[in-house]
């Protein structure tokens, strides 16, 4: 087994996708080579989440798999957010693992390296006072035709059940000429899409002397000559402003398809969560989206079964998802985590009682779903194309609204990935659409 070999498996959101991009890129460039499975690897790293509970006990389960290794010679390391929130404790639960190293220190992988290839079995990364916490000098695009950036890091919010600001510290917001110039750069190198990732990303305030707010970012990147689409993720409704839908407007570059966490129906739980608007402001931003003329799709993120939450509050969040009619949604039950300040409410709800309504929840948007996919049978969609499924003969592309649509096409051959074509929609199912290329 070869010193310079690394695994790397990633859990979470997009931004830990990306954050495992720029860990590639830094280990490529030191000499390592990228292997298939960890136990071909020398180093064997883990990219975590800590949302959930469930998501960082996965983790913790992966390390125990590898145990037995640690004596053959393998190296284990923990990174992101479960690495800033457990910190050294780590090294006690796992005692085979060598490194813990958060977000905010990947630039400093390199010299973390050094320490780990000179035998030094405890390392850790976890300081979060750095502004150094964007993009590395080596960051590796896993997708040749999609490049995320990252604009802002940390957050400034207190949600009650949100371990966030614990594990990627305050809001660091990146200036606007450093990121309109990776932009550019992307987008000379064959890049056609860029998504701008933050934990709030329209908490975007530039520091330079330009002052950009978000919504003037979003509008300049969608100016760069080559760039076809622009997506961002992930919003908080508080700083959610009506001049970002009409940017969006605007430009049908801007993707016609917005994230906006609602989390809860009811503006009690709401002020519970410390989410920092009613039910009424949200849906007052939902008016200007769907007030657009670019038919913008919606999807959310929802929490049941809340410490207090009522079976009232639970039918005010029924009766919101029945309101809006989200194109698609991300939907949990609340999960105690470390640090927050919801581990010390009380009128805990029973597993078996968030388990309820969770699945209330998610049938009630299958059937939305499943209704609106309908609707859009007969349309024409313009595709970006992803890859192939061989085994029923489709391509598979995604709409400027973040749908899946699968498509039939006479061309077989590779050399459609990456293009742009216009599909007829000619079926729908509840997560993804089919159709026919090209459209007669």
Not at 281 to 304: F, G, Q
């Amino acid at each position: 087994m070869s010193s310079k070999t690394f695994y790397i498996e990633t859990f979470g959101c997009q931004m830990n996708v990306h954050d495992s991009e720029k860990v590639v890129g830094t280990l490529i460039r030191q000499g390592y080579e990228p292997v298939a499975t960890p136990e071909q690897a020398h180093l064997v790293l883990y990219n975590t989440c800590s949302i959930r509970d469930k998501a960082e006990q996965k983790v913790f389960n992966r390390l125990q798999q590898f145990k037995r290794d640690a004596g053959r010679g393998k190296v284990f390391g923990v990174l992101g957010c479960v690495a800033q929130q457990e910190g050294e404790r780590i090294f006690e639960r796992a005692p085979h693992v060598s490194l813990v190293a958060g977000s905010a220190s990947y630039a400093q992988l390199p010299q973390l390296l050094v320490q780990i290839e000179a035998g030094n079995r405890r390392v850790t990364g976890l300081s979060l006072e750095t502004d150094e916490a964007f993009e590395t000098d080596f960051t590796r695009r896993d997708n040749p035709h999609r490049a995320y950036i990252t604009i802002i890091e940390g957050c400034d919010k207190s949600c009650a059940y949100c371990v966030v600001p614990f594990t990627r510290g305050p809001e660091r917001s990146r200036a606007s000429a450093s990121i309109m110039a990776e932009a550019r750069v992307l987008a000379e190198q064959g890049f056609t899409e860029i998504q701008l990732l933050g934990q709030n990303v329209n908490s975007y305030r530039d520091p330079s002397p330009a002052g950009w707010d978000f919504a003037t970012l979003l509008a300049r990147v969608g100016e760069v000559d080559g760039i076809r689409r622009v997506r961002f993720t992930t919003s908080h409704p508080r700083d959610f402003t009506k001049e970002i839908v009409d940017a969006i407007s605007a430009n049908p570059v801007l993707c016609n398809q917005v994230h906006l966490p609602v989390q809860s129906g009811s503006s009690r739980v709401l002020e519970c969560m410390d989410r920092l608007y009613t039910r009424d402001e949200y849906m007052r931003r939902i008016e200007w989206l769907k007030a657009s003329p670019r038919n913008i799709a919606l999807s959310t993120d929802i929490i049941v079964g809340f410490p207090g939450e009522t079976e009232a509050d639970f039918a005010q969040t029924l009766d919101l998802i029945d309101q809006v009619e989200y194109d698609s949604m991300f939907s949990f039950k609340y999960s105690p985590r470390p640090n927050t300040a919801a581990l010390t409410f009380e009128d805990a709800i029973p597993e078996d009682e968030k388990q309820r309504r969770l699945l209330i929840v998610q049938e009630r948007q299958r059937a939305i779903q499943i209704r609106r996919n309908a609707a859009r049978i007969g349309n024409v969609e313009e595709v970006l194309v992803e890859g192939r499924n061989h085994a029923l003969g489709q391509w598979i592309g995604r709409t400027s609204q973040n749908q899946t649509l699968n498509f039939t096409h006479p061309d077989t051959d590779a050399s459609l990935i990456g293009r742009y074509l216009p599909v007829l929609v000619t079926r729908a199912g509840p997560n993804s659409l089919a159709g026919e290329s090209p459209v007669m």
